[in-house]
């Protein structure tokens, strides 16, 4: 006599109550990191503006890491500021344009007026 060690197949609510739960988990263990994070960059606050300088950040970059809610990392916008001024420097280094220019190069020009230049705007 052969026996099925088989399990049966699981009811389609008890699967849905496996992904319920592992959602929830998944919220919970992303709140808790949230919340280490928002901690441990509370360092960053003790720091002086030199210091902060020197890590690419400012007062202003740390107000708005904080004004985010509770759920939400605070580190990812610090970093983000951080990798935008790098970013900056090294182009700065090289001599290449920080920003683009105010008038576009290409196919510019301006636009004819039959007034006098002191009437023109």
Not at 27 to 47: P, Q, S, Y
Not at 49 to 57: E, P, T
Not at 72 to 98: K, M, Y
Not at 102 to 113: A, D, F, Q
């Amino acid at each position: 006599m052969v026996h099925d060690l088989r399990m049966p197949a699981a009811s389609p609510l008890m699967r849905g109550l496996q992904i319920a739960s592992k959602a929830v988990a998944a919220r919970i263990v992303g709140l808790a990191r949230a919340l280490k994070h928002r901690r441990d960059a509370m360092i960053l606050a003790n720091l002086d503006d030199r210091m902060l300088k020197d890590i690419g950040l400012t007062r202003s970059d740390l107000r708005d890491a904080y004004s985010q809610p509770l759920w939400r990392d605070p580190t990812s916008i610090l970093v983000e500021r951080a990798g935008e001024r790098r970013a900056h420097r090294r182009r700065s280094l090289f001599g290449l344009p920080s920003a683009p220019p105010l008038v576009p190069e290409n196919g510019y020009s301006v636009p004819p007026t039959n007034r006098p230049a002191r009437f023109a705007v």
